[in-house]
Every structure is written in structure tokens, then in C-alpha cells.
């Protein structure tokens, strides 16, 4: 970690670098099955944003605490304690959105980027950094759920923020943007095998991004040594 600016250096791991969407290739399975529109993905990602914060900054804050040999069961524990909070409370007061994502929220526990950035983060830094290692990865994974449900949504049926009631209320259904009565979509991309191929468009938009980045670099310092001499 950067010791001029440790908070950034967490916040563009989080958000870009190792973005556990798009990097570390982490959350298939929600990622894959509920993104099929944007408020789908927004749910569900402030849902893992929420339990990643909250995990790693329990865990930090109790790692003195924890021995050792009981290091798992224990992230294990507070993770699911953390997950059945958070579920008891979007069915009391999104009860509509939880019946949508269903079994997707108990699953919180099981996904890999939790007891990942517990073990490998949250479990060896304080907690001013763990809490925000924890919002950046949360936040990067829920742009991507965001975005893969966007693009899902308005291939296959021509809309966006569709449902968005859901979260919003009753004066949200406003909000649904529709491409044309004519619209017909694309069946494709409601289906298991479009998300996979969107997915796989966007990592290889971040992958061109970075390569460009990483030309350009290279070029400066080329550059750099050549000005310097004149």
C-alpha cells in the first residue's frame, strides 16, 4: 500500500483495478443470474456493498480477538449474522424486491468476495482501511451489476430502470425510460448465455482501457529521457 495516499490507492484497487466483477471474476453466479435489468443489480449490489463494509469492518476491528485455527468459522459467522440482518430488512421494507431476488440474498454468504477481502484484507489492516477496502470492492462489484443489468435490460426488452418502483415506490415507475412501442428485443440477452457475452464485452472494454493506459505510459517515459537530454 502507497504510504502518500493509502485511501486512494484503495479506492481505484476497489473500483478498477482489481475489481472483483471484472478482475478478480468473483460473484459469477449473482452476476450471471440477476442482472437481467439495472434495478435487479442495484439491489442486489447495495445488498453485498452493504455486508462487505460491515464484515470488514467487524472483522478488523475483532481480529485481536480471533485466534488463529478459528480465523474461518469465526468471518463465517459474522458474515452470515450480517446477511440475515441485512435480508430481515429488505423484506420489511422492500418486500417486493426480495421476492424478485429471492435466494440471491441468503447466497451473500457464500459469495467469494466476502470471506476473501476478510481474509486477505480486512483480517490484517485496521479498520480505517477496512471499512473502505470494503465499500470501494462492494461499490466496483455493483457498478458491474449495475451495468451488466443495464445493457441486459435494454437489449432484450427496450427499457431501462424498468421495476424501478421496486426500490423507489410507486412515483419511480416514472422513471422507466422505453426505446420504442416497436421494439421487439433481443431474447439473447435475457438468457444466461447474454449475460456471459456481455460480460465478456465488458472486461475487454476495462482490458483495452488499461492497454491504452499502459501505452501511453510507456511512450511518456520514452519520451521523458529524450526531452530531458535536449
Known amino acids: 500500500m502507497s504510504a502518500e495516499n493509502p485511501y486512494r490507492e484503495i479506492a481505484f484497487n476497489g473500483l478498477w483495478q482489481n475489481n472483483p466483477g471484472l478482475v478478480q471474476l468473483l460473484g459469477l453466479c449473482p452476476l ?15 445488498a453485498t456493498l ?16 480471533i485466534r488463529e485455527e478459528i480465523r474461518i468459522p469465526a468471518f463465517v459467522l459474522i458474515i452470515a449474522s450480517t446477511v440475515t440482518a441485512i435480508e430481515l430488512l429488505i423484506h420489511a421494507y422492500f418486500s417486493e424486491l426480495y421476492a424478485v431476488l429471492g435466494i440471491f440474498i441468503p447466497l451473500i454468504v457464500t459469495n467469494c468476495i466476502i470471506i476473501g477481502r476478510a481474509e486477505a484484507y480486512a483480517a490484517k489492516n485496521p ?3 477496512a471499512w473502505l477496502d470494503g465499500l470501494m ?10 451495468a451488466l443489468g443495464a445493457i441486459r435490460e435494454f437489449l432484450a426488452q427496450g ?5 424501478a418502483h421496486l426500490m423507489f415506490g410507486e412515483a419511480a415507475r416514472s422513471l422507466t425510460l422505453h426505446i420504442s412501442d416497436d421494439f421487439k428485443g433481443l431474447l439473447l440477452a435475457a438468457l444466461p448465455p447474454g449475460a456471459f457475452i456481455s460480460l465478456g464485452f465488458l472486461v475487454a472494454g476495462k482490458n483495452y482501457i488499461d492497454q491504452r493506459r499502459a501505452r501511453r505510459a510507456q511512450q511518456a517515459a520514452t519520451l521523458k529521457p529524450a526531452g530531458e537530454a535536449a
Request: no cysteine.
Open 137 to 146: 470492492m462492494g461499490l466496483g462489484f455493483a457498478l458491474v451489476l449495475i
Open 50 to 65: 452493504a455486508t462487505l463494509v460491515i464484515t470488514n469492518l467487524l472483522i478488523s476491528l475483532l481480529r485481536p480477538f
Open 159 to 163: 427499457t431501462l430502470l424498468s421495476q
Open 32 to 46: 450471471m443470474a440477476i442482472t437481467t435489468n439495472a434495478i435487479n443489480g442495484l439491489g442486489l449490489g447495495l
Open 127 to 129: 479498520p480505517k482501511y
